[in-house]
């Protein structure tokens, strides 16, 4: 059983989601909160597999409140997924880097959102279709970071080809695949990047690629 916290100062959005996730054979929504204080008590107090966490609330926002998470050693295996109403701006960025294991509109499909859930349960980075492609074109405008060019000399070969692949979406699985080596493997290396650069997730992981300018899009220089 997946185990989540709500967390939205709107009422009717908590009712809408809940009563969603309740009819999941495998998704509990165990509580719910208002604001991004109560979201990090909650998250003490019930130690969930996921946190579903709004962005702009009262008391303490959903980024503040995500870093809070993301901080406490008590909740390593907690994963915060973000909500928002708004497309594309500074709360992704900041989201990701606070700690966000994904990122997911208000208005995508119900059935994106319980993919949701199932897939950042699993520490795997989920990001709606439509913020991935932005995310992507921001990243293009931006110079790499230092900090994070200087972090890429931590890894091996191999191991930037892994994070290479982990930003371009691709699955453990499908690492495997594309490097020929065994998903166990593939997952190890994933591993190792992540502990070396001091990822939380895949997310994080993400990041750092774009920041470090190891991933370059296409149109980069277009």
């Given amino acids: 059983m997946i185990r989540v916290v709500l967390v939205d100062d709107q009422a009717l959005i908590r009712s809408g989601i809940r009563a969603l996730l309740d009819a999941e054979d495998d998704i509990e929504v165990v509580a719910e909160g208002a604001t991004g204080r109560e979201g990090v008590d909650l998250a003490v107090e019930h130690r969930p597999d996921i946190v579903l966490m709004d962005v702009q609330m009262p008391v303490m926002d959903g980024i503040e409140a995500t870093r809070h998470i993301a901080d406490d050693e008590r ?23 606070a700690g966000a294991g994904g990122f997911i509109v208000k208005d995508t499909e119900p059935a994106d959102l319980l993919q949701a859930v199932r897939v950042a349960v699993q520490g795997d980075a989920l990001l709606s279709p439509t913020i991935t492609r932005l995310l992507i074109s921001e990243f293009v405008s931006r110079p790499p970071d230092r900090l994070a060019v200087a972090g890429g000399d931590l890894l091996t070969q191999r191991e930037r080809e892994v994070v290479a692949l982990a930003a371009h979406g ?21 591993s190792r990047a992540m502990t070396k650069l001091g990822a939380r997730d895949r997310a994080q992981l993400v990041v750092f690629a774009y920041q470090s300018g190891m991933v370059t899009p296409p149109d980069r220089t277009g």
């Fill in 75 to 97: 909740l390593t295996d907690v994963h915060v997924v973000v909500l928002t109403n708004y497309g594309v701006d500074e709360y992704v960025f900041d989201a990701l880097r």
């Fill in 170 to 190: 691709l699955s453990n699985h499908e690492i495997a695949e594309r490097m020929v080596v065994s998903p166990l493997t593939a997952k190890t290396h994933v």
